[in-house]
């Protein structure tokens, strides 16, 4: 499907564990973004991606680890989850250029336990 | 960095007009945007605004003044789908990145 998806929907996981939040776009934009949104808050950015293998951090990237290997996929790695890490995630994608909207996926919701 | 505030929360009647506002304070500026987030689901685009004026889509208007580092949402015609949050953001002086403010909850009554 035509798109950005993100996977999975929702999560529960324990203090200390690894997470993987995965997401996919099929637009070849090349942009891609990870922002957390707690509770009542707006959107703060993880870390951005202008074109494959190249990243950036944003506002808060401490704690989280990226990777774009691939234009379509921009994956999300907790390294080791702490309680503070509770959210929900955004991935997001931009074409760039003249463009101005982002793209939204549908949003993760990770539970540390 | 950059930083926005906007109000948290606003209530009005099915029909009324609405404003939200945004000032900010920014290093770098491109421009500033318009996002809508209903309760559980995913910020969608509203607007954008790179130059100063106003900027009509249907019953939302979007105004910016770069001079008083500062931007106003207006919602007319309030519908009960339309209540949501709001969230303004600038986008950076590359134009890629976006800073969001703290969203205006926007509840409409009958």
């Known amino acids: 499907d035509a798109g950005i998806t993100q996977s999975p929907r929702y999560k529960i996981t324990e203090t200390g564990r690894q997470v993987t939040l995965m997401c996919h776009q099929t637009w070849s934009h090349s942009y891609m973004f990870w922002y957390r949104q707690d509770l009542g808050h707006g959107l703060r950015l993880i870390y951005y991606s202008a074109a494959a293998d190249i990243t950036d951090k944003g506002e808060v990237p401490d704690g989280y680890v990226v990777s774009r290997s691939k234009t379509e996929n921009f994956p999300l790695t907790l390294e080791s989850a702490t309680r503070s890490q509770t959210s929900v995630y955004f991935c997001?994608?931009?074409?760039?250029?003249?463009?101005?909207?982002?793209?939204f996926g549908p949003g993760t919701r990770l539970t540390v336990t | 960095g950059q930083s926005l505030e906007q109000p948290s929360e606003v209530t009005a009647v099915e029909g009324a007009i609405v404003q939200i506002n945004c000032t900010y304070q920014t290093s770098g500026f491109y421009g500033l945007s318009w996002y809508q987030q209903h309760d559980g689901g995913a910020p969608t685009f509203l607007s954008y605004?790179?130059?100063?004026g106003l900027e009509e889509t249907g019953r939302f208007s979007s105004f910016l003044s770069r001079s008083d580092s500062y931007g106003y949402l207006l919602l007319q015609e309030l519908q009960m789908k339309d209540s949501a949050s709001y969230f303004c953001?600038?986008?950076?002086?590359?134009?890629?990145?976006?800073?969001f403010g703290g969203g205006t909850r926007v509840l409409v009554k009958p």
């Open positions: 997001a994608s931009f074409p760039g250029g003249r463009g101005y909207e982002q793209y």
């Open positions: 953001a600038v986008r950076d002086r590359a134009g890629n990145k976006l800073t």
């Open positions: 605004n790179a130059l100063d």
